[in-house]
């Protein structure tokens, strides 16, 4: 399984791994085997050009296709909750790396961290780790954008390739947003009937009552 991948991760992801090294290297060793060295080796040596990432739509194929992942958000509980992508799980960055977490781990299947800065470090660490990780690119934003967002709505995409891109992300809104393609009947409250006056507008009041 191969991602897509962008230039532009590349020098983000290999900065990351550095500064993440450093920081380890001062801190307990929660790696077993091979030494750091070793393994920040082994990670910038299998680095794509464009880093360890994954393209929304890519992820989206995946879920539906239902292709063996782990998918892990790693943004604020509140974020969370508003919208996280079907079957991802909540944790934080610290949560995520702690040792008895990262033992927990499967090793045969890709883990895809969704979230901002963190997901990158945490994408980082999990490689260091020896785990087939991989970090959402353009975190929730890019996702809304390249499976939720309607074709037509979409500048970017070339004019000639909207009916196709359009099709796909019909079938991708209906599978994780529920389907929004059939119109949505609105019914208005029926009008109670009017209620007829107790006496005549400007007159006298009705003579039945009391007393008739």
């Known amino acids: 399984m191969k991602p897509t991948v962008t230039l532009r991760w590349k020098v983000l992801g290999f900065a990351g791994m550095i500064a993440l090294g450093a920081l380890l290297a001062i801190m307990p060793s929660r790696l077993s085997g091979a030494s750091l060295e070793t393994r920040l080796a082994d990670v910038a040596a299998a680095m794509p050009a464009g880093g360890f990432v994954v393209r929304p739509g890519e992820l989206a194929d995946w879920i539906v296709d239902a292709t063996p992942v782990l998918l892990v958000d790693v943004r ?60 959402l690119e353009g975190g929730i934003s890019g ?53 007829a006056p107790a006496s005549k507008p400007g007159g006298k009041a009705s003579g039945r009552g009391k007393g008739c």
């Open 76 to 135: 604020d509980h509140w974020a969370y909750d508003e919208y996280h992508i079907e079957g991802a799980e909540h944790r934080f960055l610290a949560e995520l790396v702690a040792p008895d977490s990262v033992n927990g781990l499967p090793d045969d299947r890709p883990i895809v961290i969704v979230g901002g800065e963190s997901a990158g470090q945490a994408t980082a660490m999990l490689r260091l780790a020896g785990k087939d990780a991989y970090t």
């Open 143 to 195: 996702w809304w954008r390249d499976v939720v967002t309607p074709a037509s709505a979409d500048p970017a995409i070339p004019e000639s390739e909207r009916p196709a891109v359009a099709a796909r992300r019909l079938a991708w809104r209906a599978r994780f947003l529920g389907s929004v393609s059939a119109p949505v009947a609105i019914t208005a409250p029926v009008p109670s009937a009017p209620k």
